[in-house]
């Protein structure tokens, strides 16, 4: 696939969001909002630190443009977001009217711009975006297996602290 400058300058903006969030234990996801060439907003999940399932990148990244730009409708923007958007995070992009998602690796789980739907260009919407996929795939997409993996073996760590522990306690 051609890569288009841009969007890899702007997924690259939004690889270092996702960055953010692994530093702070969160599902590194990315993204940034773009208007007339310039990123507007920036955001990456939270989920985990505020205890909260709506902390996605893409909503927050949502809310503070529509802050910055004192309005709902972000219909000239481009969203770049480093995972597949989900259905909720989907419907908020429908909501706010973005013109166009840019997203990196495919989400087989949740993806709702093309892999187990497509609720961005589902023509019974008043809105439908254009959606560029696999920008940056295999970054995007290495930072969330790299990340899964700690976790599994992290886990699995503790696993084996605690069972040694136990044996320990019972002798």
């Known amino acids: ?4 400058y841009e969007d890899e300058f702007f997924m690259n903006e939004a690889i270092i969001e996702a960055k953010k969030a692994e530093e702070i234990e969160e599902v590194p996801i ?9 990123i507007i907003s920036r955001a990456h999940n939270l989920r985990e630190s505020e205890q909260n399932a709506v902390a ?7 809310e503070h443009a529509c802050k910055k730009l ?24 429908i909501l706010s009217r973005i013109r166009k ?23 019974r919407f008043n809105h439908q975006c254009q959606v560029v996929d696999g920008v940056l795939e295999n970054d995007c997409g290495d930072l969330l297996s790299n990340f899964f993996r700690k976790v599994r ?5 503790r696993k084996i602290e605690m069972s040694s522990f136990t044996e320990s306690d019972s002798i």
């Open 1 to 4: 696939m051609e890569q288009n």
């Open 30 to 38: 990315g993204a940034v909002i773009v208007l007339d060439g310039e």
């Open 56 to 62: 996605h990148a893409e909503l927050l990244a949502i």
């Open 70 to 93: 004192g309005t709902w409708r972000l219909e000239e923007a481009v969203l770049y977001v480093t995972l597949e958007p989900c259905p909720m995070c989907s419907g908020a992009i």
């Open 101 to 123: 998602v840019v997203y990196g690796a495919r989400d087989p789980k949740g993806g709702c711009a093309g892999t187990l739907m497509n609720l961005l260009q589902d023509e």
């Open 153 to 157: 073996m992290k886990k699995k760590q």
